[in-house]
T-cell receptor
Framework: DARVTQTPRHKVTEMGQEVTMRCQPI?????VFWYRQTMMQGLELLAY????????DSGMPKDRFSAEMPDATLATLKIQPSEPRDSAVYFC?????????????FGDGTRLSIL | QKEVEQDPGPLSVPEGAIVSLNCTYS??????FMWYRQYSRKGPELLMY????GNKEDGRFTAQVDKSSKYISLFIRDSQPSDSATYLC????????????FGKGTTLSVSS
């Protein structure tokens, strides 16, 4: 079965450190999403790309977060500097052509803890 | 008022029961309605996808959309312990550049 792969699965680091999360979307999928999940807020969209171009990053705190797709097989989400309130599970998802804004397949997430 | 409301539960039922999960929403522009299932420490997986109003059936699962009441439902027949998970509804207006809005999820436990 094709899968979205996220690394690392867990990350614990201290406040102020840079955090980089990586995602390998399903081969051939042209839409990639980054979500954050917390108990309080649920699942929130941070940013998404189509054909590697950013379409919407309005959910992302721009002063510390950045999202990129260096190539079709890799998406990255960076936090610099990290803060304790960034602790959450970060999910990447991808969708094939024609699926619009509906993420079809999610990775298993990066569980981030900022001390 | 949040755009999408979903009762967090938890909902506990015996094996074999019919389960009803529901969401209400406020944005009348929503046209695409989805249900995702999320097991513990896993990513959500797309379960059902419906466009506009009506019913859709897939095995033991039935999704219903009532746009006049701004209400969607997911029914699970003959529930199994393997159905124990968190179920998230999600919806969008569908235009390019519009985000999918998720409910916070309902946690379901099916006991054998």
């Amino acid at each position: 079965d094709a899968r979205v792969t996220q690394t690392p699965r867990h990350k614990v680091t201290e406040m102020g450190q840079e955090v980089t999360m990586r995602c390998q979307p399903i081969l051939g999928h042209n839409t990639v999403f980054w979500y954050r999940q917390t108990m309080m807020q649920g699942l929130e969209l941070l940013a998404y790309f189509r054909n590697r171009a950013p379409l919407d990053d309005s959910g992302m705190p721009k002063d510390r977060f950045s999202a990129e797709m260096p190539d079709a097989t890799l998406a990255t989400l960076k936090i610099q500097p990290s803060e304790p309130r960034d602790s959450a599970v970060y999910f990447c998802a991808s969708g094939g052509a024609g699926t619009g804004e509906q993420p079809q397949h999610f990775g298993d997430g990066t569980r981030l803890s900022i001390l | 008022q949040k755009e999408v409301e979903q009762d967090p539960g938890p909902l506990s039922v015996p094996e074999g029961a019919i389960v009803s999960l529901n969401c209400t929403y406020s944005n009348s522009a929503f046209q695409y309605f989805m249900w995702y299932r999320q097991y513990s420490r896993k990513g959500p997986e797309l379960l059902m996808y419906t466009y506009s109003s009506g019913n859709k059936e897939d095995g033991r699962f039935t999704a219903q959309v009532d746009k006049s009441s701004k209400y969607i439902s997911l029914f699970i027949r003959d529930s199994q312990p393997s159905d124990s998970a968190t179920y998230l509804c999600a919806m969008s207006a569908g235009q390019a550049g519009t985000a999918l809005i998720f409910g916070k999820g309902t946690t379901l436990s099916v006991s054998s």
